[in-house]
């Protein structure tokens, strides 16, 4: 049976002045936030700018050097069973002793000890129907380790939404996913917020195949921050005074359009989309390295 996870009262998510740094270097500083029931909040910025960081105060893996963040009403860190999560891809082992159907149950019954005896077929039910929102029914049956990037991508997220959580979590949710997939996968997660409530963190480096979706904008850069609707923040007055540096904000075809003319060691570029700010297509300005929180998964 699945457990719909519901905040009675209030936001589904809360900052409130909050603010985290590692080896004396802010990546953000009093965050003062809240999210509702089935808002889609997109989180952008630069490597290293504290995305995935944020993330993973939520989760209750790392503490804030300042201020309180809660879920569904409690603090972080005792709020996990009200929590989906898409982590960042990662290749699974080959020898994975799970089938592709398997990993997207443990979303449903994960939480259990011992093995599944039986058949259930309510539960059967659910994860074919997970399996087939998220175009994956092809290789249902097949051992997880030897499926690509994308396809193990697309069970992840299966299995993220499975319990409808009340707040779901995405780190680059869409990386390695085709045109195709990327819109089965984002249509799947608006569908979930729009029918259980479910408010999401969508962590990305690319708005554009959600621009459709999201309610509100936190970019993250130099140590600061901005909130608001994508047509607040995604401008260049607003881009160019986060950065500090001249940024110039195009929409072309509903598409959002980003090109910075002077980078000068201000601007840091997703590894896999040379020469465009995060939020964007394209853009000019030259690739630079991560920083070291960057690789390090802050």
């Known amino acids: 049976m699945t457990t719909t996870h519901q905040t009675e009262t209030g936001p589904a998510l809360e900052l409130r002045g909050a603010g985290i740094g590692f080896n004396g270097r ?30 993973k105060v939520l989760l209750g893996l790392y503490e804030l050097d300042e201020g309180e963040a809660f879920l569904a009403g409690r603090p972080a860190e005792k709020a996990r069973a009200d929590v989906g999560y898409i982590p960042q891809r990662h290749t699974m082992d080959p020898n994975t002793p799970l089938r592709a159907r398997d990993l997207v149950a443990l979303g449903l019954d994960g939480h259990r000890y011992g093995f599944r005896f039986g058949k259930n077929k309510a539960l059967q039910a659910k994860v074919d129907h997970l399996l087939e929102a998220v175009g994956a029914t092809g290789y249902a049956d097949m051992p997880v380790g030897v ?18 959580p009340a707040v779901l979590l995405c780190d680059e949710p869409l990386h390695s996913l085709d045109l195709y997939h990327q819109e089965a996968v984002t249509a799947l997660l608006n569908q979930q917020r ?5 408010a999401i963190v969508f962590v ?27 047509d607040e923040i995604m401008t ?42 995060p939020g964007t297509s394209t853009g000019a300005i030259p690739t630079l390295e991560a920083t070291g929180a960057e690789r390090q998964g802050r």
């Open 147 to 164: 499926l690509s990037g994308g396809e193990q991508q697309r069970l992840r997220a299966a299995q993220a939404i499975a319990d409808q």
């Open 194 to 198: 729009a029918e259980n409530g479910t």
């Open 26 to 55: 802010t990546l953000w500083q009093d965050v003062n936030l809240r999210i509702q029931p089935g808002e889609f909040l997109a989180v952008l910025g630069p490597n290293g700018s504290g995305k995935s960081t944020l993330l």
């Open 236 to 277: 260049s007055e607003t881009l160019t005074e986060l950065y500090g540096a001249p940024v110039e904000v195009l929409r072309h075809n509903g598409r959002v359009l980003v090109y910075a003319s002077h980078a000068e060691g201000h601007f840091c570029c997703d590894d896999e989309s040379v020469g465009a700010l």
């Open 204 to 230: 990305t480096h690319e708005i554009n195949p959600v621009l459709d979706y999201v309610d509100r904008v936190l970019y993250f850069a130099q140590g600061q921050y901005r909130l608001g609707t994508p």
